[in-house]
C-alpha cells in the first residue's frame, strides 16, 4: 500500500485481520473517500491505507476495551527499487538492497520496470509443489520435447546459458532467428530481438522479457502439495487501440495455453511419482541453472524430497506504473 502523505511512500502490511485471523479484501478494488483500505469478510473490520484500525461495526462496547493501536496491522519491511517491490514476509530485518538485486540491477533499470503498464493478470492453482512448477521455467532442454508443436517451432532447445548471483538468476532461452546473425555485424546484434530474456529475482519471482512486454511470473504455496502461479502482463506502452489490446490478449493467452496445458500438467504428474515413492529423487544435468552454485545444492534435494513447507522470506512485485512517459512502443514479434 502507498501510505496517505504528500510523498508517493510505499509500505507493506500483513494482509490478515487480527480478530478474525482472515484475509482481509480490498474496499471495492481502491481507498474509499474515508480512507478505507482493506474489510475483513468475517465481520467487516475496516483498516485505513497506513494499517490502523478504523470500524467495528454492530460491535457495541464489545471491544472498547482493545486498544486501537495495538489491533492495527502488523507493518512488513518492505524495498521499493527499480520498479520492483521487495516484501520481507518473515522477521523484521530491513531488506538488504544489495543483496535482492544482485548481479541484477543494471538489467532491471534498463527495462524501466516503473514506467510499465500492467494489462492484465490471472492466477491458476496447480496440485504441485510450487518449486516444480517454477523449475519448469528454469530450463529449455525440456523445449524440443515437451512444446514440439508450440514453442520448438520458433525457440532453440539447447544450448542453455546462464548467470547466477545469490538467489537470482538470468537465462535467454534463444529464438531460431539468433543463427542468423551469423553474417551481420556484432555492432547491430541485440539480444531482446532473438530471445525471451528472463531472471529470477528473490528466488520464487520470475522476469520474462519479450521486445515490448514482459510478465511476471509468481509462485506461492496456499497449501502443502499446492501451487498458486499468478502471471501479470506489462507491457512498455499502454494498449492504445483495440489491434494493441488483441496483440497483448493473444500473447498473454499463448503463454497460459502452453504452460497450463504442457508444463504445469507435467508438473503435476512429476509430483505424484514423486509422491508414490517409486523413484529416489530427481536428475540435474550440469547445463540445469537451478542446482549449480553452493546455495542452490540444498534446494535440488528438498525439491526432491517433495518439501512443502521450504519458504523464501522475500515476496517480489512489480510496482505500479509511476507517473512517467511511456517508453516508446516497439514492433511487435
Not at 544489495?98 to 493478470?121: K, P, T, V
Not at 494493441?244 to 504442457?262: I, N
Request: charge should be negative; glycine fraction near 6%.
Amino acid at each position: 500500500m502507498r501510505w496517505p502523505s504528500a510523498l508517493p511512500i510505499l509500505g507493506a502490511l500483513a494482509h490478515v485481520d487480527r480478530q478474525e485471523t482472515t484475509a482481509l479484501a480490498q474496499v471495492d478494488g481502491e481507498r474509499d473517500q474515508a480512507g478505507r483500505a482493506a474489510e475483513g469478510p468475517f465481520h467487516a473490520w475496516t483498516y485505513t491505507t497506513d494499517g490502523r484500525l478504523a470500524k467495528t461495526p454492530h460491535a457495541e462496547d464489545a471491544f472498547d476495551d482493545v486498544v486501537r493501536e495495538g489491533d492495527s496491522l502488523r507493518p512488513r519491511p518492505c524495498l521499493e527499487t527499480e520498479g520492483l517491490v521487495f516484501v520481507r514476509a518473515e522477521g523484521d530485518e530491513p531488506i538488504d538492497e544489495a543483496a535482492a538485486l544482485l548481479g541484477i540491477r543494471q538489467d532491471m533499470g534498463s527495462l524501466d520496470l516503473g514506467s510499465d503498464h500492467r494489462f492484465e493478470a490471472r492466477t491458476t492453482r496447480w496440485r504441485c509443489n510450487w518449486k516444480l512448477i517454477l523449475d519448469t521455467f528454469v530450463e529449455s532442454y525440456h523445449v524440443f520435447s515437451l512444446h514440439r508443436e508450440t514453442v520448438h517451432p520458433w525457440y532453440f532447445s539447447p544450448p542453455m546459458i546462464f548467470d547466477g548471483w545469490g538467489a537470482n538468476l538470468r537465462f535467454p532461452v534463444a529464438r531460431r532467428t539468433l543463427a542468423d546473425l551469423e553474417d551481420e555485424p556484432e555492432t547491430s546484434w541485440r539480444l531482446a530481438d532473438h530471445a525471451t530474456i528472463q531472471w529470477l529475482v528473490g528466488g520464487h519471482s520470475l522476469i520474462s522479457y519479450t521486445r515490448d512486454y514482459l510478465l511476471l511470473w509468481h509462485f506461492s504455496s496456499p497449501e502443502p502439495g499446492a501451487c498458486d502461479a499468478r502471471t501479470t502482463l506489462y507491457s512498455a506502452s499502454p494498449a492504445r487501440s483495440t489491434e494493441d489490446e488483441a496483440r497483448f490478449s493473444q500473447a498473454f493467452d499463448l503463454q497460459l495455453r502452453v504452460t497450463g496445458e504442457e508444463d504445469f500438467p507435467m508438473q503435476e504428474q512429476i509430483q505424484r511419482n514423486l509422491d508414490s515413492g517409486a523413484i529416489p529423487g530427481l536428475v540435474y544435468g550440469r547445463s540445469d541453472p537451478l542446482p549449480r552454485g553452493p546455495r542452490r545444492a540444498d534446494r535440488v534435494r528438498r525439491v526432491a524430497r517433495g518439501a512443502s513447507a521450504w519458504t523464501w522470506p522475500l515476496a517480489v512485485l512489480l510496482s505500479p506504473p509511476r507517473l512517467s512517459l511511456p517508453k516508446p512502443a516497439v514492433a511487435s514479434p
